[in-house]
C-alpha cells in the first residue's frame, strides 16, 4: 500500500510539472492570459504529489514495510521515533523526497504571493522556471531514484537502520530540512532572473519583488551550516567543527554567492548598477546549490556527509551544466540592455566598497571551489587521487576573510558616490579606537600569531561599527517618536544585527582554530592528571546493553566538580564504535571530552582524549545573532525616503546629475 501511495504521489507531482511547464509556456508564447491564470492548480497539484509521497514513506518506516527497498536498506524495528522520521532524509532516494517536498511548498508560496499578477509575464515565465525545476526533481524519484522500488525476493524481518552517524545526535533530525529551506529557498529569486532576462525587464522591480525570498532561504542556509558544525562537533569526536569536507564546502558555495548578492544587490536598487554582477551573483548561487547536489549526492565523494555512489549523478551534472549554458546564454543575448545608467564615481564610497565585496567572496567561492573540485578533474583527466587538505583552504581564505571584515567595518559609514576625509573621521573613529582596544585586549590576554591578533583587531573595528550604526539609528527612531526597538528592524538594521553575529563567529573562529590544546590521558580507575590548567579523575567505566547498541561510557571528574560522560557506541550492524564525546561548554573556553580507548576490564586503564577549546561557544552565539537579525531585516523598518529613481542618461552627457540628499547615509541623515 505505501509503495502504491508513494508512486501515485510521485507520478502526480511529475505529470503537474510537466503539465503545468507546457500550460504556461503555451500561454506565454501565444499570449493566453487564461492559461496563465491556472498555475495555482498545478502548484497546488505537485505540492499534492509531494506530500502524498511523504506520507506514504513516512507510513512505510512507521509502519516498518520492509517490503520497500529503501527502508529495508536505512530502517530497523529499533529505531527510535524521532530517527524514524529523519531516515526519510538519511538516504539518497528519501533526500530526494524532501527536497521535492521544500520545493513545492515554495513554488505554492510564490504562485500564491504573486496571484495577482497572474498575467504579468514576468510571473508567468518565473513560474515556468519554477515548474521546470520541479519537474527535474520529480523526474528523479520517477527514473534513476525513485524510493519506492520494492525488494526483490524475500521481505527482510528487519533493516540495520540509518547510518550510525545519523541516529547519534538530535540535531540530525532538524540540520538536514533547514539546509534544504535555505538551498531551495534560492530557486525562487533564480527563476525571476530568467523572467528579468527572458522579458527584457532587468530594471529594479524582479529585484524588489524577490529581496524578502533571497533573505529568507539565505537564513535557513546559514543557520542550516551552522547547525552542521555543531553536529560536527557534538558527533564526530575530532573537537572540530569544520573540516573544508567537501560536502561541507558545497553548502559554503552558494552561501558565499548569495551574501555577495545580499549586498550587492542594495547598489541596483539605490543607483541601477551592478546589474551584471546581481544577475551573475544569483544565477550562480542557485547553479551551486545543484552543484552540491550532485558532490553530496553522486557518490564520488568520500565524505562521512556524503551518499552512497548512484545513479543520478550524471543527471544531477547535465541539469547543472543545462543551467550554467542557459544563464550564460541569457546574460550574453541581453548584455546590450544591462548596461548601468551610473558608474562608480569614487573607490571611496559605499558603492564602491560593494564592488569589492563582490569581489572578495567571488574570490573566496572560487577558492573554495578549486580546493573542492580539483582531486576530481585530476581523477577524470590522470586517473590519479589526490586530496586537498585544510592547509590549503586555511592558507589561501584567511587574507580574503581578514579583508572582508574589513569592509564590513567600513562599508556601512561610507557614503553613496564619495566619501571626504572628514567624514570618514567622524564616522569611524570611535569604531578604529575599539578595534585597537580588542587588539591590545587580545595581546594582554596572551594571543599571538598575525593572522588570530588581525581577526581580533578588526572583529572589534567591525563590531563597533555595527553597534555605531545601530545608536544611529535608534537616535532617529527617538527623534521621529518610534519606539527604540524600530531601531533593530528592517534590512539596514537587521544587517547590522548579522554583522555583529559574524564578528563573533570569526573571533570564535580565529581564537578555537589557533590556540586549542590537546592530549591523550592513560588512566586507570581514580587517579587524576592536570593539562591546561584542569584536573581530570577517571572514576571508572560503565557498559550498558541497548535493543541496538552497546554503550561504553567513562567517568571523567573535571575539575573536582561536574562528572562528564565521553563514551563509545558499538551498533550491532556496524563495525566501527562511534564515539560521542562529552563537552563542558563556557564563555572562554570548551573542555572536550572522548574516550578513545575503552578498557578490555574495568580495572584496567582507559584511554581519554583532552582538548581545550577557545571561545567555540562565541560561533553557536553568532550564529544565532546571524539567525535573529535574518528574521529582523524580514520585518518591515519604518519609513525611509525612497532613492530618487534611475533614468538613463541622455545622449552626450555623463550620467544622472547629483543627488545632494543621497551622498549621505539615509538612516545618518534623519538622526
Known amino acids: 500500500m505505501s509503495a502504491a501511495l508513494g508512486w501515485a ?17 503555451t500561454g506565454l508564447i501565444r499570449r493566453r ?15 499534492g504529489g509531494a506530500l502524498l509521497a511523504t506520507a506514504a514513506m513516512q507510513l512505510a518506516l512507521h509502519t516498518n514495510d520492509f517490503s520497500i527497498r529503501y527502508v529495508a536498506e536505512n530502517h530497523s524495528r529499533a529505531t527510535p521515533l524521532l530517527f524514524t522520521i529523519s531516515t526519510m532524509w538519511a538516504a539518497l532516494e528519501g533526500s530526494i523526497i524532501l527536497w521535492a517536498l521544500v520545493l513545492a511548498g515554495y513554488v505554492v508560496a510564490a504562485v500564491h504571493r504573486f496571484r495577482r499578477r497572474r498575467e504579468d509575464p514576468l510571473v508567468g515565465w518565473a513560474t515556468l522556471v519554477l515548474f521546470a525545476v520541479c519537474a527535474f526533481f520529480f523526474g528523479l ?36 530540512p533547514t539546509l534544504y529551506l535555505g538551498y531551495v529557498g534560492f530557486t525562487v529569486p533564480f527563476a525571476f532572473a530568467v523572467a528579468a532576462l527572458v522579458t527584457g525587464r532587468l530594471g ?41 569536507d567537501p560536502v561541507e564546502n558545497a553548502s559554503l558555495l552558494p552561501w558565499l554567492t548569495g551574501t555577495a548578492y545580499l549586498h550587492s544587490v542594495m ?4 543607483r541601477g548598477m551592478l546589474r551584471v554582477w546581481n544577475l551573475s551573483l544569483v544565477l550562480a548561487t542557485f547553479s551551486l546549490t545543484i552543484l552540491g547536489t550532485y558532490l553530496t549526492r553522486s557518490g564520488i565523494l568520500d565524505s562521512v556527509h556524503s551518499f552512497t555512489e548512484s545513479d543520478i549523478g550524471v543527471w544531477l551534472l547535465a541539469f547543472f551544466g543545462a543551467t550554467v549554458a542557459l544563464t550564460i546564454g541569457l546574460i550574453a543575448w541581453r548584455g546590450d540592455r544591462l548596461r548601468s545608467p551610473g ?85 569611524l573613529q570611535w569604531p578604529a579606537w575599539a578595534g585597537g582596544a580588542a587588539l591590545v585586549v587580545a595581546v594582554a590576554l596572551g594571543a599571538r600569531g598575525v593572522a588570530p591578533l588581525l581577526a581580533f583587531g578588526l572583529g572589534g573595528f567591525a563590531a563597533a561599527a555595527a553597534i555605531r550604526q545601530l545608536a544611529v539609528a535608534a537616535t532617529a527612531a527617538r527623534r521621529a517618536g518610534l519606539p527604540r526597538w524600530r531601531a533593530a528592524v528592517g534590512r539596514a538594521n537587521g544587517g547590522m544585527i548579522v554583522h555583529l553575529g559574524v564578528v563573533l563567529l570569526a573571533v570564535g573562529l580565529a581564537a578555537s582554530g589557533s590556540y586549542a590544546h590537546s592530549t591523550e590521558l592513560r588512566l586507570e580507575p581514580g587517579q587524576s592528571a592536570t593539562f591546561a590548567g584542569h584536573s581530570f579523575t577517571y572514576q ?22 561536574q562528572v562528564y560522560e565521553p563514551a563509545l557506541n558499538q551498533f550491532f550492524f556496524a563495525r566501527q564504535a562511534i564515539g560521542t564525546p562529552s563537552v563542558r561548554t563556557g564563555f572562554t573556553h570548551d573542555v572536550y571530552l572522548t574516550l578513545i580507548s575503552a578498557p578490555p576490564e574495568p580495572d584496567d586503564p582507559a584511554v581519554i582524549g583532552v582538548i581545550i577549546q577557545p571561545m567555540v561557544t562565541w560561533i553557536w552565539v553568532g550564529g544565532g545573532l546571524m539567525a535573529l537579525g535574518t528574521a529582523l531585516a524580514l520585518l518591515p523598518g519604518g519609513r525611509r525616503r525612497p532613492a530618487e529613481p534611475v533614468r538613463a542618461p541622455a545622449r552626450g552627457t555623463a550620467g544622472p546629475p547629483p543627488d545632494p540628499v543621497a551622498d549621505d547615509d539615509p538612516v545618518e541623515a534623519r538622526a
Open 33 to 47: 492570459p487564461a492559461l496563465l491564470r491556472l498555475a495555482p492548480v498545478y502548484a497546488l497539484m505537485i505540492l
Open 267 to 270: 547598489v541596483q536598487e539605490r
Open 343 to 427: 558608474r562608480v564615481d569614487s573607490p571611496v564610497s559605499r558603492e564602491g566598497a560593494f564592488l569589492a565585496n563582490n569581489v572578495l567572496f567571488a574570490a573566496f567561492a572560487f577558492v573554495v571551489l578549486l580546493g573542492t573540485v580539483f582531486p576530481l578533474l585530476v581523477e577524470a583527466l590522470q586517473g590519479d587521487r589526490i586530496s586537498v587538505g585544510r592547509p590549503y583552504f586555511d592558507r589561501m581564505t584567511t587574507p580574503l576573510g581578514l579583508a572582508l571584515l574589513f569592509l564590513m567595518a567600513v562599508a556601512p559609514a561610507l557614503p553613496w558616490r564619495k566619501a571626504s576625509g572628514e567624514l570618514l573621521r567622524t564616522r
Open 141 to 176: 524519484m520517477v527514473g534513476p531514484a525513485n524510493p519506492f522500488v520494492q525488494v526483490a525476493g524475500a521481505v527482510p524481518a528487519d533493516g540495520p537502520g540509518p547510518n550510525p552517524l545519523l541516529q547519534n545526535h538530535v540535531l540530525m533530525a532538524f540540520h538536514p
Open 9 to 25: 504521489g510521485v507520478t502526480l507531482g511529475f505529470a503537474a510539472s510537466v503539465a503545468g511547464l507546457v500550460t504556461l509556456a
Open 540 to 561: 571508572g567505566m560503565e557498559t550498558v546493553e541497548l535493543d541496538r547498541k552497546r554503550r561504553i561510557t567513562a567517568r571523567v571528574e573535571v575539575d573536582g566538580r
Open 204 to 244: 529594479e522591480g524582479w529585484l524588489a519583488i524577490t529581496r524578502r525570498w533571497t533573505v529568507f532561504a539565505w537564513g535557513f542556509l546559514t543557520v542550516g551550516i551552522i547547525l552542521g558544525a555543531w553536529w560536527s562537533y557534538e558527533v564526530l569526536g575530532w573537537g572540530g567543527y569544520w573540516g573544508w
